[in-house]
């Protein structure tokens, strides 16, 4: 029993011995951890032999007791101070990687914002809207009965060589204009039910017209559209004057002059007092002091009769609107092309003001 006692204790000092030498070899907390399993963990090398105890005489158990409370006392201060000094390294070692040189300057975002052409068809949009007018959409791939034959331009109308176009197939086309708008919005509309008929209509338009510096064979219009009981071509002026002067100016002026569009009757071209020299003639209105903005005119009866709205009862006037070329016009752009070639050294110039995203 006696040798039994004496080997237990030998075995505990070797033990411990042999822990302490490496937790003080051990470069990291976690090693550390490892040692703890080993040694005092539930199948650790000290728990199995304090395994011996229940072999042991009664008054060799409080020996061994206290053989094993040294061991504990011994490992938990070494490990503890050893704890320490690893953790205070790691954090050091965590700090220098992850550190951040705040000084380094940000990497710059590059911001985008709304296309010119998007930009001037909200302000459009807005502008109509507050004079209590819908927006509508229409398709851009047409049928030749709404593009032409609703707006009086039946097959082989010489008017219609004005507005050639891409052709999907012989009844299907691109549109040359948003007028088709016209006839899908007043087939629609019920007056009993709806009231007047107030309505602009943005989009993109297609001609087969040669590109230069203020035509492009894809472009975008905003259609106008009013039909109710007792519309004249004074609520025309009226409205253009208002649409003049929010969009240009409160110092423009508009003037009437006679035109044709097969689908108006009168029919009439809309040209704004010059914006740059106020009527007394330059560069801009080529001395004229005017600058041709638009078409309209009062919406022809047929045109009325061929979407279901009878022309003795209701009148309506309308227009069409190139947004190409009043954003032309308001922002001193010279050549057309500009607004389709995706250069940001001109896109990025009309990123400020109000209409920034
Ligand atoms: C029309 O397209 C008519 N639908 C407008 C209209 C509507 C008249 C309602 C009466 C009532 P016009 O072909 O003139 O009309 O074109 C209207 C505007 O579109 C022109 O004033 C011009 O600003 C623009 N435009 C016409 N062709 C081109 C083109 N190739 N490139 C850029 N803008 C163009």
């Known amino acids: 029993m006696v040798d039994q006692m004496q080997e237990l204790q030998d075995q505990i000092t070797k033990l411990l011995e042999s822990a302490l030498n490496q937790i003080q070899a051990a470069e990291s907390t976690q090693i550390l951890q490892q040692i703890r399993v080993d040694y005092t963990g539930k199948k650790g090398q000290l728990t199995q032999v304090s395994k011996a105890m229940k072999n042991l005489s009664n008054e060799e158990k409080p020996q061994l007791g206290q053989m094993i409370n040294y061991f504990h006392r011994e490992f938990n201060q070494v490990m503890a101070s050893k704890e320490e000094a690893l953790k205070a390294k790691e954090l050091q070692a965590q700090l220098a990687s992850e550190r951040i040189d705040i000084t380094l300057p940000g990497r710059r975002n590059f911001q985008g914002s709304r296309h010119i052409i998007t930009q001037t068809r909200e302000e459009l949009e807005n502008l109509f809207l507050g004079m209590g007018y819908?927006?509508?959409?229409?398709?851009?791939?047409?049928?030749?009965?709404?593009?032409?034959?609703?707006?009086?331009?039946?097959?082989?109308?010489?008017?219609?060589?004005?507005?050639?176009?891409?052709y999907i197939s012989s009844e299907v086309l691109m549109r040359t204009h948003t007028s088709p708008v016209q006839a899908r919005t007043m087939e629609k509309h019920d007056f009993e039910k709806d009231g007047p008929l107030k309505m602009v209509s943005p989009g993109k338009v297609f001609r087969r017209d040669n590109d230069d510096a203020t035509h492009s064979h894809q472009f975008h219009q905003m259609e106008g559209l009013v039909v109710a009981e007792k519309i004249t071509l004074a609520d025309l002026k009226g409205t253009l004057t208002q649409f003049a002067k929010a969009f240009f100016g409160?110092?423009?002026?508009?003037?009437?002059?006679?035109?044709?569009f097969s689908f108006t009757e009168p029919s009439v071209e809309v040209d704004v007092s010059c914006f740059k020299c106020g009527g007394k003639g330059c560069n801009i209105c080529k001395d004229t002091g005017w600058i041709e903005v638009l078409g309209a005119g009062m919406v022809h009866p047929n045109v009325l009769a061929m979407s279901g709205i009878d022309p003795e009862k209701y009148s309506g006037f309308a227009f069409g609107v190139g947004i190409d070329r009043v954003a032309m016009l308001k922002y001193s752009i010279d050549d057309i092309r500009h607004f389709y070639q995706n250069d940001l050294r001109f896109l990025s110039q009309f990123k400020g003001g109000q209409n920034r995203c």
Do not use: C, W
């Open 134 to 166: 819908q927006i509508v959409e229409g398709p851009e791939v047409e049928l030749d009965s709404y593009n032409f034959e609703k707006m009086n331009l039946p097959k082989n109308h010489p008017a219609r060589d004005m507005q050639d176009t891409f």
């Open 250 to 260: 409160q110092e423009r002026e508009i003037r009437l002059r006679p035109s044709f």
